[in-house]
């Protein structure tokens, strides 16, 4: 992991990004955030250290949204010995969601 990621580990952070939703399309508990829009068919895959797994904070769940979106919550990099490959390298428990206003 960069070292400028890895100070990031365990600090609230506001980023933006496309949502890969994750079972379905409201009332998430969990989805996939992408610097990329998904599913264009242009280029590579995005690599899974360029992909953020949200979770939301406990009682809070988000709806899918077309565009970007901006999340907020807690910054975490995973174990890597404990996840699949499929799985991103990074968690962010949210206490925000929400369209976002700017493309910046």
């Known amino acids: 992991v960069n070292p400028a990621i890895q100070n990031l580990d365990g600090k609230r952070l506001f980023v933006k990004g496309y949502m890969y939703p994750e079972g379905g399309l409201e009332g998430l508990t969990s989805f996939i955030l992408s610097k990329d829009y998904p599913n264009v068919g242009f280029g590579p895959p995005p690599k899974l250290s360029e992909l953020i797994k949200v979770r939301m904070a406990k009682g809070?769940?988000?709806?899918?949204?077309?565009?970007l979106?901006?999340?907020a919550g807690e910054f975490w990099i995973r174990d890597?010995?404990?996840?699949?490959?499929?799985?991103?390298?990074?968690?962010?428990?949210?206490?925000?969601?929400?369209?976002?206003?700017?493309?910046?």
């Open 60 to 67: 809070s769940t988000a709806n899918f949204q077309w565009g």
């Open 80 to 104: 890597s010995t404990k996840i699949s490959n499929f799985e991103p390298a990074f968690e962010l428990i949210a206490t925000h969601f929400g369209p976002s206003k700017t493309s910046f």
């Open 69 to 71: 979106v901006s999340v």
